[in-house]
């Protein structure tokens, strides 16, 4: 079974305009920590934030904020007023720490093309 | 001053041939990993270091063996070749297993003809 679902595989959108990256993910541990990673064009995988599954307060970083609830284990990302260096692969991480499976899964990412 | 390093960058080899690829950081982190990120992107686990021992080892055919000599340096090593083998491997490390942030190397792109 998918641990973490990044349904949107690409996104397109116009400069300047909001966009948020979806994740969903499943887990039976309570003890857990969510990742969201950036790569460029440039190949390079970019840490953006980590949570854990104590926290669940959002958090803001300039254009950038994410959305915790664990009542729908979702770990979105919202880039507001979206430039084009936000042109990128959005990958949604998950770890466990006590399950028996694979403890770090990725999503399958997100493509996002910001337009000028 | 890179945090972490692998080479090659580049890697073009024949099918059956052995290669390495080198990882070193200098972050001081205890725990080291090896990824697989095929063509479609998608990123796997391999392997997991910690302290020099081998904490995670993922469903990956005993072709692949990594080694680490010391905290700061994983290498991998390929046997025999695969056409199938052809991806982007990225090293990473982080403070401790699984929990903290993982800090990446630029990846070695492996292509196998």
């Known amino acids: 079974a998918q641990k973490v679902t990044q349904a949107q595989t690409e996104i397109s959108v116009v400069e300047k305009e909001d966009v948020t990256l979806d994740c969903v993910y499943e887990?039976?541990?309570?003890?857990?920590?969510l990742f969201w990673y950036k790569q460029p064009p440039s190949g390079e995988l970019v840490f953006l934030i980590r949570r854990n599954s104590f926290d669940e307060q959002n958090e803001i970083s300039g254009r950038y904020s994410w959305n915790f609830q664990k009542s729908t284990s979702s770990f979105n990302f919202t880039i507001t007023a979206s430039q084009v260096v936000d042109s990128a692969v959005y990958f949604c991480a998950l770890s466990e720490l006590n399950s028996g499976n694979t403890p770090l899964v990725f999503g399958k990412g997100t493509r996002l093309s910001v337009i000028a | 001053d890179t945090a972490v390093s692998q080479t090659p960058k580049y890697l073009v080899t024949q099918m059956g041939n052995d290669k390495s690829i080198k990882c070193e950081q200098n972050?001081?982190?205890?725990?080291m990993y090896w990824y697989k990120q095929d063509s479609k992107k998608f990123l796997k686990i391999m392997f997991s270091?910690?302290?020099?021992?081998?904490?995670i080892n993922e469903t990956v055919p005993n072709r692949f063996s990594p080694k680490s000599p010391d905290k700061a340096h994983l290498n991998l090593h390929i046997n025999s070749l695969e056409l199938g083998d052809s991806a982007v491997y990225f090293c990473?490390?982080?403070?401790?297993?699984?929990?903290?942030?993982?800090?990446f190397g630029p990846g070695t792109r492996l292509t196998v003809l």
């Open positions: 972050l001081g982190h205890d725990t």
């Open positions: 887990t039976r541990d309570t003890t857990y920590y």
């Open positions: 270091y910690n302290n020099k021992e081998l904490i």
């Open positions: 990473a490390s982080s403070q401790a297993p699984l929990t903290d942030t993982q800090y």
